[in-house]
């Protein structure tokens, strides 16, 4: 069993940045996959990034040079670093971890770009 919970979400103006925090508890955090997914109203929940327990990275392409995932396995720390932030980028933050069959998630984060 894994709990996530997400912190760093508000507002901000377009071109800003924000740095969104996952704490994770419970299992063994370094062998899950570890990611950020988003969902804007009326649309779908998509992947941003997600980061593999071995350093790899997969990313949307439309965050591409502007977002950045790491994690700390020491801490059982994930985090999303959003730069030059867009309108289209406004929607609810939810951390993710994967493990096979295994799949748990945040209570989600709001993050709303706007001037």
């Known amino acids: 069993q894994v709990q996530l919970v997400e912190s760093g979400g508000g507002l901000v103006q377009p071109g800003g940045s924000l740095r969104l925090s996952c704490a994770a508890s419970?299992?063994?955090?370094?062998?899950?996959?570890m990611g950020w997914y988003r969902q804007a109203p009326g649309k779908q929940r998509e992947l941003v990034e997600r980061i593999t327990y071995g350093g790899g990275i997969d990313y949307a392409d439309s965050v591409r040079g502007r977002f950045t995932i790491s994690r700390d396995n020491a801490k059982k720390m994930v985090y999303l670093q959003m730069n030059s932030l867009k309108t289209e980028d406004t929607a609810v933050y939810y951390c993710?971890?994967?493990?096979?069959?295994?799949?748990?998630w945040g209570q989600g984060t709001q993050v709303t770009v706007s001037s």
């Open positions: 993710n971890a994967e493990r096979g069959v295994l799949i748990y």
């Open positions: 419970g299992s063994v955090f370094s062998i899950y996959t």
